[in-house]
C-alpha cells in the first residue's frame, strides 16, 4: 500500500514563500520518479515539477526559476521549495509517486492534496 502525504501549504502573501513536503510510506522510494502537480479553482490538474529517480528535474514554465523540486530518498521524502508566490500559484497541490514497471507501464499514487493561497 503507498501513501502520500504532503504538508506545508497555507495563506501567503504576493512575494511570499512555502516548503511543500511531501512523505511516502514506499519500501523502493529512491526507485520512483516523483512529482508535484496542481489544480486551480476551476481548471485542470497540471504538472508543476517531477523529479526522476535519477535526480533528473522538469519544470512547468509557469514556474521555472521560482520552484524548485528535491528529494530525500534516506527521508522518503520530496519537497516543493515556491519563491516568489504569485496568485495564480493558487490551487490544491498534489504530490505524486510514479514507478514504472518492466514492461514500461507507469503507476500512479497520489497525496490527498494541501492547499496553498497566495493573496494580499
Known amino acids: 500500500q503507498v501513501q502520500l502525504v504532503e504538508s506545508g501549504g497555507g495563506l501567503v502573501q504576493p512575494g511570499g514563500s512555502l516548503r511543500l513536503s511531501c512523505v511516502g510510506s514506499?519500501?523502493?522510494?529512491?526507485?520512483?520518479?516523483m512529482g508535484w502537480y496542481r489544480q486551480p479553482p476551476g481548471k485542470q490538474r497540471e504538472l508543476v515539477a517531477r523529479?526522476?529517480?535519477?535526480?533528473?528535474?522538469d519544470y512547468a514554465d509557469s514556474v521555472q526559476g521560482r520552484f524548485t523540486i528535491s528529494r530525500d530518498n534516506i527521508k522518503k521524502t520530496v519537497y516543493l521549495q515556491m519563491n516568489t508566490l504569485k496568485p495564480e500559484d493558487t490551487a490544491v497541490y498534489y504530490c505524486n509517486g510514479r514507478w514504472t514497471g518492466p514492461t514500461s507501464r507507469d503507476y500512479d499514487y497520489w497525496g490527498q492534496g494541501t492547499q496553498v493561497t497566495v493573496s494580499s
Open positions: 514506499i519500501v523502493s522510494f529512491s526507485f520512483f520518479s
Open positions: 523529479i526522476t529517480k535519477d535526480g533528473m528535474t
